[in-house]
C-alpha cells in the first residue's frame, strides 16, 4: 500500500524553525517530484513546494520564498521541508504529496504546525 | 503565477441532482505540443487530505464514480457530479500542474439542498 506519512509539526513562536519529514512506502520514491501543500484553519488549500526526482529542481510559492527549503532523501524515502523564520501565517496543516505528472495522488494525512506567541 | 477562481463559492443541490462547479485560470493550461490540459480536480472531506478525482482535465481517477465529469480547455474547466449522492458533501478544488508554482482554486463547498 502507498503511504505517506508527516511529522515534526509544532507549536512554534514566530520567528523560530521547524524542520517537517514525510516518510515515504510502498512505491519507488525516487521516480516521482514531491510536493508540500498546506492548509490554514478553515481555509483552501496552498501549495508551497515542489523538488524534482534527484533533488535538482526545486519550485516555491512566493510567500515561502528564501524561509523554507524542500529536500529529499531518496535512500531514507523521505521528503523534508525546513521552515525558518516562521511567521503567524504558516499556521496550518502541511500535506506532502506525490506528483505523478497528472495531479497530486497520494496524500499523507497532514502535520499541524502552529505559529504562536 | 496563474491564478485559479473557482464558482460559486457554495452550492447547494438536491440528492440525485447535478452539481456543477466552474473553473477559470488567468492563462491558458493547453500544452500545444501534447493537446492535454494541465487541470485536476480534488475532493476534499472534513478531517480529510484531499483526493484526486480527474486530471487532464477529464480523465476519471482509478476507482471514481462516473457520476464524476470534467470538462473544458484552454481557460475554462467544469466539474459536474450527475446525480448527487450523500456522500459527495465536500470542497472541491481545481488546481493546475502546468507551471510551477502550482496553484489552486479557492474551494467550492458542496452541500445537499
Known amino acids: 500500500e502507498m503511504q505517506l506519512v508527516e511529522s515534526g509539526g509544532g507549536l512554534v513562536q514566530p520567528g523560530g524553525s521547524l524542520r517537517l519529514s514525510c516518510a515515504a512506502s510502498g512505491f519507488s520514491f525516487s521516480s516521482y517530484w514531491m510536493t508540500w501543500v498546506r492548509q490554514a484553519p478553515g481555509k483552501g488549500l496552498e501549495w508551497v513546494a515542489n523538488i524534482k526526482l534527484d533533488g535538482s529542481e526545486e519550485y516555491y510559492v512566493d510567500s515561502v520564498k528564501g524561509r523554507f527549503t524542500i529536500s529529499r532523501d531518496n535512500a531514507k524515502n523521505s521528503l523534508y521541508l525546513q521552515m525558518n523564520s516562521l511567521r503567524a501565517e504558516d499556521t496550518a496543516v502541511y500535506y506532502c504529496?506525490?506528483?505523478?505528472?497528472?495531479?497530486?495522488?497520494?496524500w499523507g494525512k497532514g502535520t499541524t504546525v502552529t505559529v504562536s506567541s | 503565477d496563474i491564478v485559479m477562481t473557482q464558482s460559486p463559492e457554495s452550492l447547494a443541490v438536491s440528492l440525485g441532482g447535478r452539481a456543477t462547479i466552474n473553473c477559470k485560470s488567468s492563462?491558458?493550461?493547453?500544452?500545444?505540443?501534447?493537446?492535454?490540459?494541465?487541470l485536476a480536480w480534488y475532493q476534499q472531506k472534513p478531517g480529510q487530505p484531499p483526493k484526486l478525482l480527474i486530471y487532464w482535465s477529464s480523465t476519471r481517477e482509478s476507482g471514481v464514480p462516473d457520476r464524476f465529469s470534467g470538462r473544458g480547455s484552454g481557460t475554462d474547466f467544469t466539474l459536474t457530479i450527475s446525480s448527487l449522492q450523500a456522500e459527495d458533501v465536500a470542497v472541491y478544488y481545481c488546481?493546475?500542474?502546468?507551471?510551477?508554482?502550482?496553484?489552486f482554486g479557492q474551494g467550492t463547498k458542496l452541500e445537499i439542498k
Open positions: 504529496a506525490r506528483d505523478w505528472y497528472q495531479g497530486l495522488d497520494v
Open positions: 488546481q493546475q500542474y502546468y507551471i510551477s508554482p502550482q496553484t
Open positions: 492563462q491558458s493550461v493547453l500544452d500545444s505540443s501534447n493537446k492535454k490540459n494541465y
